[in-house]
């Protein structure tokens, strides 16, 4: 597998921070989206280098991609409509994104396993 160590630890660390500060129910800030773009460049770098392993780490790549996207939901309400936004759509369910969240980053240590 490629080495994508670097989106590794920026993803993880974006998606922890992320789920921190909407859950501290911090004011939108323009740093956030800008974030919350990166993070999604790192998840596509780690789908690629998976996708090249081929059938190897198909199921692993399917289970990658399905927790990004639970999480992907949550913050890009925030991302789009701020704190309202994200409060409308999710404000009663703060501990499923916490499972979203803490589901797509054992997915992350499962992979940062493969790295050379």
Known sequence: MLDVKGSINNLTTTTEQHFDYIQQQRSFTRAFPIHFELAYTDFRVIEVALQLTGEQNHALLASFAAAYED???Y???YATGGLEGFNDKF???LND????KDKLLTIIDEINKLQP
């Not at 994104?97 to 979203?100: E, G, I, L, P, T």
């Open 91 to 93: 404000a009663d369910n």
């Open 97 to 100: 994104y916490r499972q979203a």
């Open 75 to 77: 913050e890009d309400a």
């Open 71 to 73: 999480v992907y939901q």
